[in-house]
């Protein structure tokens, strides 16, 4: 079982490059996320979809850009990085109220 | 140049002794709850979840109290083992965003 694959596992970006972090689930889900996580936190919500056709900001959606114009993908796009942007990220997929994540991207900008 | 760093609560405990991590939330309309493991290098796993109809759960040793007076969750694992060791979040959610936690480190010691 696939569950949530997220790729790639690690980038380095200089400033001002752009790229997009991969998502797919195979699980059918309708709601998929992005969350990301600093050193020592929690996890915070960037954007979030509740079905194809659908995306909607969260609680730090600055920077960022995402797409879902099908089930299974949930690409989160970076346009210009920044080193704010530096973190881990985490997809995620639901189809009620239990989440499941992927392994997570590390991604440095420098 | 001198570097900060972010620090989690940190609860030590001895193998085979009783851990409580315990969680505050913010919102009072949340109506579901999570507790989360995270293992170094991993994404979040569910452990146990509890609704605002609840105030006790348990699963295999594992047990999660719930106190909606003062808004107050609390997890805890019986007989704690070395592979408990992780990061443990509790999470929110109400209309199906989840939020996070800042996360509490547990550290078990042979």
Known sequence: NAGVTQTPKFRILKIGQSMTLQCAQDMNHNYMYWYRQDPGMGLKLIYYSVGAGITDKGEVPNGYNVSRSTTEDFPLRLELAAPSQTSVYFCASSSGNTIYFGEGSWLTVV | ?110
């Not at chain 2, 002794?17 to 709850?33: E, G, T």
């Open chain 2, 1 to 110: 140049g001198e570097s900060v760093g972010l620090h989690l609560p940190t609860l030590s405990v001895q193998e085979g002794d009783n851990s409580i991590i315990n969680c505050a939330y913010s919102n009072s309309a949340s109506d579901y709850f999570i507790w989360y493991k995270q293992e170094s290098g991993k994404g979040p796993q569910f452990i146990i979840d509890i609704r605002s109809n609840m105030d006790k759960r348990q699963g295999q040793r594992v047990t999660v109290l719930l106190n909606k007076t003062v808004k107050h969750l609390s997890l805890q694992i019986a007989a704690t083992q070395p592979g408990d060791s992780a990061v443990y979040f509790c999470a929110e959610t109400s209309q199906g965003n989840l939020i996070f936690g800042k996360g509490t480190k547990l550290s078990v010691k042979p």
